[in-house]
């Protein structure tokens, strides 16, 4: 599981009469010594927190004074990231002799007083934010939220809030909620952050927390809603937008299965970037070289594909932990037995860090049937008792070559045209954990850009029905040619090539073997064969089924429909290729 940070408030939801009853206790130090982060988000001050010395001993991190003050147990320091209310805002406040409690960051008071602040906050003219919280009344510095304040620490721990589960009841821990992955409210919590959580707890305070935390450590996640700025758009379904919810996608792993050249590497590139969209970290492990143009993405690094040298695992790890870096290891250019040796040395030390930090959020495994094969093995095994976490997506043009164990553990699938009767046969005994049986025909009817999606939806409210998703309806951002490395230059099997529609007058004009000579064939190409390559789509089904360049077949596309004289449109489509092999080119 990768949700491994509790933030809780205090108050109303960890309390009940004011006091952490002990068996709360027992189970906060218990999910501690599980693997989970603990932290405290609260509105007190240090000093008024009850039993401060159990959070010093369970936190790694005490977030006060609703958000203005950080304290760090482990290391004994205290950090005020805002800085302080101004002096004379202070001094102000304090002439009132109206009831406030002054803490080292902000002051507090309750209401009715609001009104005398708001009017000494409107006569110094000095910024401030101002907070309620049941009847409290709390002056902060600008900026001060419990969320924002949770957000610098955990920068400062080096950890992600797409790993955090908030834990709230009241006005002041919305912001906390809009920081969190997933926001649980208990019972007693007020309409307005029930309205706001994904989970609302049947049980209040300690007692709907205890329940919860206690399901937490067998792996459960009760039914929630998905958050929209958490939905991942993937395309649509009945011309509708589709989208998937990641929560539920992370918690679990995901099979990418169709025949050669179906799309499925391209729809898996596709789910990478909606995830490196929403701030999400990537490893994506590729052993034929087809992800390159990902790596355009802000904070999304390359590894290897020049030559055999790659980066050592340690160095691969360092980056991931230390940063927010999503990576691509390209090990197109290493045999095959140095493939497997260094997957198993970079996955045996990923799943060690998954289970301190729950990062990197996703694992890609290409061509996944290298790695853990039917008659399994070290790496197989390692792969099948890892898959339990979730987390992982798994691409196979041949599900037969996969342990059966591993595809046991798959529980959502994304499926791309899948002629092989056998292929079929196996699939439908994999996918038995959907909702609903697999439909064959819907399957064997795919066409490019369609896939057949089916997700467990064991903790989602609205379910996501199975059936065919137009996924070619989401642009990709950035490029995808299968085997790039190959297809530029190198030449393609005779089959494959393209072959040129000629007249009697038309000699010496060879099929295309690879972009390049397609590039350079263009510009003295007969006028007449362009224009009926052009109106029988052969170029766009030539890019699409065997080159799977979907963005330049779009582009021819659009070129056909304009109007232009037929030398014109020769130069204009010799250009507009040329122009791809560059940019793909360089991607390299």
Known sequence: MYLKILAFDLDGTLTESDNVSEYVKAMLSKVKNGGFVVLLVTGRRLKAIPDITFFEHICETIIAENGAVLYFPNNNTVSL????????????????KIPLEVGMAIVATWTP???????????????ASVEYNKGAVMILPPGASKGTGLRIALHDLGYSPHNLIAFGDAQNDRSLFEQAELSVAVANASSEIKELANITLTKP??????????GLLEDRIPLHRTKPRLQ?????????????????????????????????????????????????????????????????FPQTILLGGTNDHILPVGDVITLIEYSNLSV??????????????????????LYS????????????????????????????????????????????????????????????????????PSEMELLKSAMNKTAEPVDDK???????????????????????????????????????????????????????????????????????????EFSEILSHLPIDTIQYHLKNEDFERWLTGTMHDWELAKRIRKLTKRDMPGEKRRQELSELVKARFVELEQLI
Not at 479 to 496: F, I
């Open 205 to 214: 305070n300690g007692t709907g927390i205890y329940d919860f935390l206690e």
């Open 232 to 296: 991942l758009s993937f395309g649509k379904r009945n011309d509708k937008p589709f989208y998937l919810d990641s929560v539920s996608l992370l918690n679990g792993n995901v099979g990418f299965a169709g025949s050669t050249r179906s799309g499925k590497s391209w729809l898996a590139g596709l789910l990478v970037e909606q995830l490196l969209k929403a701030e999400y970290q990537v490893c994506l492990i590729d052993p034929e070289g087809d992800y390159h143009g990902i790596r355009a």
């Open 442 to 516: 819907k399957i064997e009817s795919l066409v490019s850009g369609q896939a057949f999606v089916a997700m467990d939806n064991a903790s989602l409210v609205e379910e996501i029905e199975p059936g065919v998703v137009e996924y070619s309806r989401i642009r990709r951002m950035m490029p995808h040619v299968r085997h790039l490395h190959k297809y530029l230059r190198a030449p393609l099997p005779e089959s494959k090539r393209f072959y040129f529609h000629l007249n009697g007058s038309a000699k010496g004009v060879k099929p295309a073997a690879s972009l390049w």
């Open 353 to 420: 860090m998954r289970k301190k930090h729950g990062k990197p959020h996703w694992i890609l495994v290409d061509e996944a049937q290298y790695f853990c094969p039917e008659n399994g093995g070290n790496l197989t095994e390692l792969i099948a008792n890892n898959l339990k976490g979730g987390g992982m997506g798994l691409i196979s043009y041949q599900l037969s070559q996969i342990a059966p164990v591993v595809l046991d553990a798959i529980n959502h699938w994304m499926i791309t045209s899948l002629k092989d």
């Open 113 to 127: 007083h609001d009104r005398e602040v708001i009017e000494v906050l409107t006569k110094t003219g000095y910024a």
């Open 328 to 349: 691509i290891v390209d090990l197109s250019q290493c045999p095959i037995e140095r493939k497997l040796g260094y997957v198993e040395d970079l996955l045996q030390t």
């Open 81 to 96: 990231p805002f800085g302080e209310l101004a002096v004379d805002v202070k001094k102000q406040l304090l002439d009132l």
